[in-house]
């Protein structure tokens, strides 16, 4: 099976650094500190997922993906899964209404996000699979 990648997007250096190190040998990863940023790195390689804060300063992650949802559509089929220490329902509901293929609340265990990565990505490969063989 060929790497994935994933691109995490989190204003916590500390956070990127966690998830560099859970996920590195598993994935490749690119890390974002801001939305710009994100949008850079979506612009210059191939993502297969993206992990993304809700709280970021200039661009929440709510924002982010209502971007993607409503004038970045290139990127509409990138799974997107939240990791947040907001653990507010509502904006859990809120995130995964607008599309969010998952939602998982800070401090999380790394099984945890492992595993939530590969049904995801599992799912969204089963989706593009489907998707081909409709073409």
Partial sequence: MDEKTIL??????????????????????RLAKTASAAWTALRLIEVNLILLDIEMPGMSGLDFLETINTTRIEYKNIPVIFISSTAD??????????????????????EQLHETIKSVLEMANLQNTNMDLSE
């Fill in 8 to 29: 995490a997007v989190d204003d916590t250096p500390e956070i990127l650094e966690s998830l560099n190190g859970i996920l590195g040998d598993d994935y490749d990863m």
């Fill in 89 to 110: 329902q509502k904006i859990i509901d809120k995130a995964l209404g607008m599309g969010a293929a998952g939602y998982i609340v800070k401090p999380f265990l790394p």
